[in-house]
């Protein structure tokens, strides 16, 4: 583009701005414009001659130590480059809280702008709808608004109301006062020697029992058990059934095999078992606890 057609856009479309540029006119030969150059540049070299100025230890230290210059220069560069670092992030944070009640109060009058421009054309467009449409729009702006707080009311447990528990728990949201006691304080309510004990010693039973790996071809076990009952219509209900529960312990025990036997956890288990299958059967109380009196175990 040439300078002519230039100046002719520049004349169409800022009239002012070309005058003025007109107005500014060609240097004045007789009085020429002088600019002294300067070196305002720090270089490694003018550290160099600042250090071979010195007199003294440093003088001294600089011929011992020929490399300090250099850190010295490097020093100051650093020195200089956060200064300029802090003073540049000063001015700017000075300027950006000068600046902020106007630069907010801009910003939400332009988006005030935008929100009733919106609003503006949303209006002129559902004025272009039809009587049908206008309805529908408004159902659905109902609809919304009815979600909405169906919603908020869900969140929060409010659209059905709680109802009070049917039965009491526990009578600890009633009392007055609360007490804890350590355990250490307290009597086991079974175990307590001035409380009788319900216990029935069975009688010896021998079953064949499953073969394993340990053992022979015919392995067998004898053994017997005290039962300890909750109360004292357990050991009557186990006397009055004795036979049954005789049965009972006999299908239990044939259906262990040697090596569970042998052992202290498959004891432990046989008594587990037969506490879980006696309590299937009686009608008056629970067994707690079964405990083996004798247990001979053959291979």
Not at 100 to 123: A, C, F, M, Q, Y
Request: charged share 30%.
């Amino acid at each position: 583009m040439s300078l002519e057609s230039l100046d002719s856009i520049l004349e169409k479309e800022d009239p002012e701005f070309a005058k003025s540029l007109k107005s500014i006119g060609p240097d004045d030969p007789s009085n020429p414009i002088v600019i002294e150059e300067s070196d305002l540049e720090y270089k490694i070299e003018d550290e160099v001659k600042y250090w071979n100025r010195q007199e003294g230890w440093r003088k001294k230290l600089v011929k011992f130590l020929p490399f300090l210059p250099r850190i010295s220069y490097y020093v100051r560069l650093q020195h200089m480059a956060l200064r300029l670092t802090w003073r540049k992030t000063k001015e700017q944070t000075i300027h950006f809280l000068k600046n902020l009640g106007p630069n907010l109060k801009h910003g939400i009058i332009e988006v005030l702008g935008r929100i009733k421009s919106w609003l503006g054309d949303l209006g002129a467009t559902f004025k272009t709808f039809s009587l049908m449409q206008k309805l529908g729009v408004v159902v659905l702006l109902i609809a919304t608004g009815v979600g909405g707080v169906v919603l908020y009311k869900i969140a929060n447990n409010k659209l059905i109301p709680h109802q009070e528990e049917l039965f009491l728990p526990t009578l600890e949201d009633w009392a007055d006062k609360k007490e804890f006691f350590e355990a250490d304080q307290v009597e086991p309510f079974y175990d307590s020697t001035r409380v009788a004990q319900n216990i029935f010693s069975t009688q010896r039973i021998f079953a064949n029992i499953r073969k394993s790996s340990q053992s022979g071809p015919n392995p067998m076990a004898a053994l017997e058990f005290y039962v300890e009952g909750t109360d004292a219509d357990v050991v009557v209900e186990i006397k009055d059934r004795e036979p049954e529960v005789k049965d009972l312990f006999l299908r239990v025990v044939e259906d262990m095999n040697y090596d569970q036997l042998s052992s202290v956890e498959g004891k432990q288990m046989l008594c587990e078992r037969l506490r879980k299958e006696i309590n299937k059967i009686l009608t008056k109380g629970k067994v707690r606890r079964i405990f083996y009196k004798t247990a001979v175990i053959k291979p």
